[in-house]
């Protein structure tokens, strides 16, 4: 068995970064940029007003200046403001040529053509310089995830078309004779595929594009059927079937169809029956069934996966450290993922951590993460956790 960073360190030698591609601005947000993108213009693109007011050459309280025209958002003003003279402008609006300052309307009186500077003026010229906020062939670097933020930013930039990375497309296998699809009506002895729809929102979340596959049944031809139908994705991920027992088909039957294993279990608690390798040209994780050790895995492993896919950095899930609220006997020799909810800002472990209680894991607000046979630790003590809310 191998531990949890090993089985990463596999993972992320499996994942290769995905092919760019190129997208219209308004759905680049989210997507992670593939390359560096520079501004084709400066902006402003002149010097331009910051306030509503005049553009003078120069101002002194009690001045008399004759209005000569105006300079508005989109439409500038041709000539040039001498001594003595003031052009109406607004925010936004080219600064005139000859003008040296803007005087804040607030701080002159007008009558007709004239402006009277009254005797509050202060110093602040309100003139945003041309390329002030930024210049042609200013940058973007590749490798961020794009926010709303960067998409104004491109668009000022005049970035229409923002080449990002592929989305990965994940196919999701879930097998199981048991198991039937949320809405339908389950036999006597049939329970609802859940872990599934919980990874197919986890890899949404993550900038995946999930495919639900049909279930497969526990045989080798269903089983056969599924991967065919997964052919094209860049990761294939299986749910259940992953231990040794007579029905285990993924562990049992992959091999055959073409599953290249790279590795099988890891020292973890829930999640241990993991497995991990290439089938044909995608990469391939086989998840236990149980559906709190699925969802465990998919934070920590399929997470930092698909980050790797997207050419994120490949690290592991970003820990948080709290302190505890209760005290947490011995670790036994697992690295064990422990589900946990905040009360009045410490961590505490809920009582049970048996793997298929979905209950637990939907009330939890984050996984106490504790190393191989970790000393007991007490109230107060402050502890590693994956935030999972
Ligand atoms: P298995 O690894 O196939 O033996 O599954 C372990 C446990 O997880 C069994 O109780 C299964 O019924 C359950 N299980 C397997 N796959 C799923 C799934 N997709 N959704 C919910 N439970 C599952
Ligand atoms: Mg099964």
Same mark, same amino acid.
């Given at each position: 068995?191998?531990?949890?960073?090993?089985?990463?360190?596999?993972?992320?030698?499996? @994942?290769? !970064?995905?092919?760019?591609?190129? $997208?219209?601005?308004?759905? +680049?947000? =989210?997507?992670?940029? /593939?390359?560096? %993108?520079?501004?084709?213009?400066?902006?402003?693109?002149?010097?331009?007003?910051?306030?509503?007011?005049?553009?003078?050459?120069? @101002?002194? !309280?009690?001045?008399?200046?004759? $209005?000569?025209?105006?300079? +508005?958002? =989109?439409?500038?003003? /041709?000539?040039? %403001?001498?001594?003595?003279?003031?052009?109406?402008?607004?925010?936004?609006?080219?600064?005139?040529?000859?003008?040296?300052?803007?005087?804040?309307?607030?701080?002159?009186?007008?009558?007709?053509?004239?402006?009277?500077? =009254?005797?509050?003026?202060?110093?602040?010229?309100?003139?945003?310089?041309?390329?002030?906020?930024?210049?042609?062939?200013?940058?973007?670097?590749?490798?961020?995830?794009?926010?709303?933020?960067?998409?104004?930013?491109?668009?000022?930039?005049?970035?229409?078309?923002?080449?990002?990375?592929?989305?990965?497309?994940?196919?999701?296998?879930?097998?199981?004779?048991?198991?039937?699809?949320?809405?339908?009506?389950?036999?006597?002895?049939?329970?609802?595929?859940?872990?599934?729809?919980?990874?197919?929102?986890?890899?949404?979340?993550?900038?995946?594009?999930?495919?639900?596959?049909?279930?497969?049944?526990?045989?080798?031809?269903?089983?056969?059927?599924?991967?065919?139908?997964?052919?094209?994705?860049?990761?294939?991920?299986?749910?259940?079937?992953?231990?040794?027992?007579?029905?285990?088909?993924?562990?049992?039957?992959?091999?055959?169809?073409?599953?290249?294993?790279?590795?099988?279990?890891?020292?973890?608690?829930?999640?241990?029956?993991?497995?991990?390798?290439?089938?044909?040209?995608?990469?391939?994780?086989?998840?236990?069934?149980?559906?709190?050790?699925?969802?465990?895995?998919?934070?920590?492993?399929?997470?930092?996966?698909?980050?790797?896919?997207?050419?994120?950095?490949?690290?592991?899930?970003?820990?948080?450290?709290?302190?505890?609220?209760?005290?947490?006997?011995?670790?036994?020799?697992?690295?064990?993922?422990?589900?946990?909810?905040?009360?009045?800002?410490?961590?505490?472990?809920?009582?049970?951590?048996?793997?298929?209680?979905?209950?637990?894991?939907?009330?939890?607000?984050?996984?106490?993460?504790?190393?191989?046979?970790?000393?007991?630790?007490?109230?107060?003590?402050?502890?590693?956790?994956?935030?999972?809310?």
């Amino acid at each position: 068995m191998i531990s949890v960073a090993e089985a990463l360190d596999h993972l992320f030698r499996l @994942a290769r !970064p995905l092919d760019t591609e190129t $997208v219209p601005l308004l759905e +680049a947000h =989210g997507r992670v940029l /593939a390359d560096d %993108v520079a501004a084709t213009r400066d902006q402003p693109p002149f010097d331009g007003s910051a306030m509503d007011g005049y553009a003078v050459a120069q @101002a002194t !309280p009690g001045q008399r200046l004759q $209005v000569i025209g105006e300079s +508005a958002a =989109g439409h500038g003003f /041709a000539g040039a %403001v001498g001594p003595g003279q003031a052009v109406r402008i607004f925010t936004g609006a080219p600064v005139p040529s000859g003008a040296e300052r803007i005087v804040i309307q607030e701080d002159v009186h007008r009558d007709g053509d004239w402006i009277t500077i =009254g005797d509050r003026l202060d110093s602040n010229p309100y003139i945003r310089p041309a390329g002030g906020d930024f210049r042609v062939g200013d940058r973007i670097k590749a490798g961020r995830v794009l926010g709303p933020n960067d998409i104004a930013l491109m668009a000022a930039m005049n970035i229409a078309l923002v080449p990002v990375m592929r989305r990965p497309v994940v196919a999701l296998i879930s097998t199981g004779d048991e198991l039937v699809m949320p809405g339908e009506t389950p036999g006597p002895d049939q329970i609802i595929a859940s872990n599934t729809m919980g990874l197919h929102a986890l890899m949404r979340d993550l900038g995946a594009v999930p495919r639900l596959l049909p279930i497969a049944r526990d045989n080798e031809a269903s089983l056969k059927t599924a991967f065919e139908l997964a052919e094209g994705a860049d990761l294939i991920v299986t749910i259940g079937g992953a231990s040794v027992g007579d029905y285990d088909v993924v562990a049992n039957i992959a091999p055959q169809l073409g599953f290249d294993q790279t590795f099988y279990k890891v020292a973890m608690r829930p999640g241990k029956p993991l497995m991990a390798g290439r089938f044909g040209k995608a990469m391939m994780i086989g998840l236990p069934g149980n559906p709190v050790s699925a969802m465990v895995c998919g934070h920590v492993f399929i997470a930092p996966v698909i980050r790797a896919l997207l050419g994120l950095p490949a690290t592991q899930a970003p820990r948080l450290r709290a302190a505890l609220a209760e005290d947490l006997p011995q670790n036994g020799p697992r690295e064990h993922y422990m589900r946990a909810r905040f009360v009045d800002g410490g961590l505490v472990a809920f009582g049970s951590q048996d793997s298929s209680l979905l209950s637990i894991l939907g009330e939890a607000d984050a996984l106490i993460v504790r190393a191989p046979k970790d000393a007991p630790r007490h109230a107060g003590d402050v502890v590693d956790y994956l935030p999972i809310r």
